[in-house]
């Protein structure tokens, strides 16, 4: 238990002391990455890696409220038109 304190403690200090130069807008979320596009979202934030086609991170806040009312998930990918067709494809989750 002691460990894993510690190892929380110490990434709250990490995100704590940060710089905020290209932070997202949550406090709590990393820094972009030079070059990323940044998405912020009414629930979450992306930073998307254009080089690489894929996200670099992705920050939420998961609450015991989110887990409550589960639905399936659907087969209904769409890409993200902010990203300007750069992202991925549903083709991309094809086998």
């Not at 704590?16 to 709590?28: D, K």
Request: hydrophobic share 40%; net charge positive; charged share 20%.
């Amino acid at each position: 238990m002691r460990h894993g304190t510690t190892l929380l403690l110490f990434f709250v200090l990490l995100f704590a002391w940060r710089s905020t130069a290209g932070a997202a807008t949550n406090s709590l979320a990393p820094a972009y990455p030079k070059g990323s596009i940044a998405l912020e979202k009414a629930a979450l934030d992306i930073s998307f890696s254009p080089k690489h086609g894929q996200a670099d991170w992705v920050f939420y806040e998961l609450s015991p409220e989110h887990l409550q009312n589960c639905v399936q998930r659907g087969d209904s990918f769409r890409a993200d038109p902010a990203l300007g067709g750069r992202g991925p494809t549903l083709a991309d989750y094809r086998g």
